[in-house]
């Protein structure tokens, strides 16, 4: 079968191989790779390192953000041929760290942990992979293909989950939410928050193009500029732009007992002067909050199922805005200004 495989960092190493079939040691559920999602990590992971081949390989099979449709399913695994599936990342690390051992791998306490696709483990980018029974998720089938939003979805999932636990600390009633950036990941943190009744925001660098739009269609607010030219005061804000200086920025620009979250992985190494004083009497005097959140666990891609089988499936498959081939796949890598969500077609 063939397979989108990389040397982390060598960018000229990308291509598609033959690879064996799947290992049976990779679970007991034979799944027909249907789309892979391509995000940020994967572009890091071929061109600038990020990532780790598995032991004793001297390529990794790339993707994590998969779709597909179960093959072959043992007895009592609770998956039937035919299912669709999504696979999670993350596996808890050898020691069992006590995250670990409750099913919390997104917290990891070692660093030990294994995710398919990016550290140690082949991803999802084959024709067909195998899963671990307990480490696939059943889609709503009415989803098809859109099911590739799971992953994605799931880290913005857990996002809430946490800003949910974190407000329990006071009967505050957050209302008003912020979210930074209008790629997939921010787009579908603002589905989340049109679902619970809130009033979005959405910010981002683009005046024009599908984002505002979208953004409209979810019944949010669209703004771009600078936070500073915001006239609100969010309770919530998701950041979903991994850069360094708005989230300086932001932080400055939130109400009282606010709860900011940054889900963005920073690419560069941007310096910022700040006021370091006044950002923390800022912090202190309104019991802000700010948090960074990572990957998630089983309850989090079941939270991500459920929001997605909720939502305007005609709005979801705007967010696919291009597919490329299992043979091109490559071409999914480069950038174009109006991309939203680019997926790979696995058996195209
Ligand atoms: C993935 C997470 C993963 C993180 C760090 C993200 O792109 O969505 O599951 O934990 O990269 O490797």
């Known amino acids: 079968m063939r397979a989108a495989t990389v040397v982390p960092g060598q960018p000229d190493q990308a291509r598609v191989d033959d690879v064996a079939d799947p290992a049976e040691s990779d679970g007991a559920l034979l799944v027909d790779g249907l789309l892979v999602g391509v995000c940020g990590t994967d572009y890091e992971i071929a061109h600038e390192g990020y990532g780790w081949v598995p032991e004793g390989h001297d390529r990794l099979v790339l993707f994590h953000e998969s779709m597909g449709r179960v093959v072959q399913a043992p007895a009592g695994s609770g ?27 997104d917290f990891c306490a070692t660093g030990d942990y294994t995710e398919r696709g990016i550290k140690q483990r082949d991803g999802y980018g084959s024709q067909r992979w195998r899963v671990e029974p307990d480490f696939a998720v059943k889609l709503d089938p009415a989803l098809g293909t859109l099911g590739v939003l799971t992953e994605p979805t799931s880290v913005v999932a857990k996002a809430w989950d946490q800003v949910d636990r974190i407000g329990q600390r006071a009967y505050t009633e957050p209302s008003t939410v912020l979210v930074t950036g209008a790629g997939p990941i921010g787009l579908l943190a603002a589905l989340i928050g049109v679902q619970r009744g809130m009033q979005v925001h959405v910010l981002d660098r683009m005046a024009d193009g599908r984002k505002p739009d979208l953004v409209r269609q979810l019944g949010a607010t669209y703004h771009s500029g ?30 009282r007992n606010a709860i900011t979250c940054l889900t963005g992985i920073s690419g560069g190494s941007a310096t910022v002067q700040l006021g370091a004083d006044a950002l923390n009497k800022e912090l202190v005097l309104d ?48 950038k174009k200004p109006d991309d939203v969500k680019v997926v790979v077609d696995l058996q195209a």
């Open 79 to 105: 998956f039937t041929a035919g299912d669709s599936v999504v696979g999670i990342v993350r596996r808890p690390c050898p020691q069992r760290c006590r995250p670990c051992a409750h099913r919390e791998w």
């Open 226 to 255: 600078s936070v500073g030219d915001l006239a609100l005061r969010p309770d919530i804000v998701i950041e979903c732009t991994g850069f360094g200086a708005l989230v300086v920025d932001v932080l400055q620009h939130t109400g």
């Open 287 to 334: 019991n802000d909050v700010v948090f960074g959140s990572v990957n998630a666990n089983r309850h989090h891609y079941e939270l991500a199922a459920t929001a997605l089988a909720a939502a305007d499936r005609d709005w979801l498959a705007q967010l696919v805005t291009r597919t490329v081939p299992l043979e091109q796949w490559t071409e999914a890598l480069a």
